[in-house]
């Protein structure tokens, strides 16, 4: 690939550290003339790696025996932008550490740059910074890459990059995130890209390392979501992030319902804010993801049915709690099932447009004390109470 250009580059580093020399008790810091160095290895990287030239990229290191291959890594990844900021440098003779920020953008899907922390060891040798390794700073996230070669996938719709998959399984995902998107777009009226990032490591260690948490939280969870509720049009692409222990086990059917759930969650970030509960969320992207498959309660909602039957109908719509992924896995689903029921009842009883208003609505709030209240009255013309009442007799009615 050498000499192909994969995007416009810019590399501004911030050089947050300087080393004081100091007089007495005081003085003014003088900067270390080897961060200009060191920002300057930096930005010839950063070129090399999006112009795809891996001869320049190999002349900025002189990698410890074993370290992973970054250019090789990321090859496959359709890159639009790569630059480091470098935010502190810690030297001591021939040997420093640099701590920086990655910001990176993937053509066609990032419209403003994904930011990851990053910690580089150097080494200075005949009178030049090499970079002897890069990886995550600590408590910071993994990028897909630091696990492996990526594999990219591109879709219709969609960007499915993973690694230690096999192709045929990359290709099958891609097809099934091509379907999603359309699936939202008829349930969805909002304004959205159209168009998702799918992020599928090699196992659910893999996941966990992306998202900067233990595996324990996410055993049995086919996929999340990442991105900040209520996040900026102009913030990055959501990344969805598939557990692959979990997502491999479900049938076509499962899949799809899981992948057209996140991309719901993709399409509503930005009408989702603080204000909006989980039951809100979590239902109405279930809801989206059951939309025109004939599913029936009875089928969707097995957890929930076998304690109706036992006579424990919910008193109240879950709570936020009850959607934590490391709880009880039985409590975890009832809530889920009752949460979509909810979002099911309104597009019945007052119609799927009234439903997303009511989403938009919500998401509207300032706050979250009294927001549901209020929009219940003002786009349903109902009560908490009353809607709670009418809930419970829906679920009676499906499930019973």
């Not at 692959?244 to 930005?270: M, S, W």
Request: hydrophobic share 40%; aromatic share 8%; glycine share 12%.
């Amino acid at each position: 690939m050498a000499g192909h250009r994969r995007g416009s580059w810019v590399v501004a580093l911030c050089i947050a550290l300087c080393l004081a020399v100091l007089a007495g008790c005081g003085g003014d810091p003088v900067p270390d003339a080897a961060a200009g160095d060191v920002r300057r290895l930096l930005e010839r990287r950063a070129q090399a790696v999006l112009d795809g030239d891996e001869k320049a990229y190999d002349r900025t290191e002189r990698p410890a025996e074993g370290a992973p291959d970054l250019f090789e890594r990321v090859e496959e990844v359709p890159l639009d932008s790569w630059e480091y900021r470098l935010t502190s440098l810690d030297r001591s003779g021939a040997e420093a550490t640099a701590n920086a920020e990655l910001r990176y953008r993937i053509k066609g899907y990032d419209c403003a740059p994904v930011t990851a922390e990053r910690t580089l060891t150097l080494r200075r040798r005949d009178g030049r910074w090499y970079v002897i390794a890069e990886r995550p700073a600590k408590k910071s996230g993994e990028q897909l890459w630091d696990q492996g070669r990526v594999r990219a996938e591109h879709g219709a719709h969609s960007l499915v990059l993973g690694v230690g998959r096999r192709a045929a399984e990359l290709r099958a995902q891609r097809a099934i995130a091509d379907r999603a998107v359309p699936a939202v777009r008829r349930a969805w009226p909002g304004k959205w890209p159209g168009r998702i990032v799918v992020l599928v490591p090699r196992s659910l260690d893999g996941m966990a390392g992306l998202l900067g948490a233990p595996a324990s939280g996410y055993r049995g969870i086919a996929a999340v979501t990442t991105g900040e509720a209520g996040g900026s049009t102009r913030a990055p692409a959501d990344r969805v992030i598939v557990n692959p222990d979990a997502y491999g086990v479900l049938g076509d059917f499962g899949k799809q319902v899981v992948l057209t759930h996140e991309a719901a969650h993709v399409a509503t970030r930005a009408q989702t804010s603080p204000a909006t509960p989980l039951w809100l969320s979590e239902g109405f992207a279930d809801w989206v993801g059951y939309r025109g498959t004939g599913r029936t309660a009875v089928q969707a909602a097995p957890e929930l049915r076998r304690s109706v039957q036992r006579g424990q109908l919910p008193g109240a719509l879950p709570e936020d709690d009850d959607f934590g992924f490391a709880g009880d896995a039985a409590q975890l689903a009832g809530a889920y099932e009752g949460a979509w029921l909810a979002c099911r009842m309104i597009a019945e009883q007052w119609g799927e447009k009234k439903l997303t208003d009511f989403y938009e609505a919500v998401g509207a709030r300032k706050q979250r004390s009294g927001a549901v209240g209020a929009v219940l009255r003002d786009v349903l013309e109902t009560t908490p109470e009353d809607f709670t009442a009418r809930w419970r007799t829906y679920l009676r009615a499906e499930l019973g």
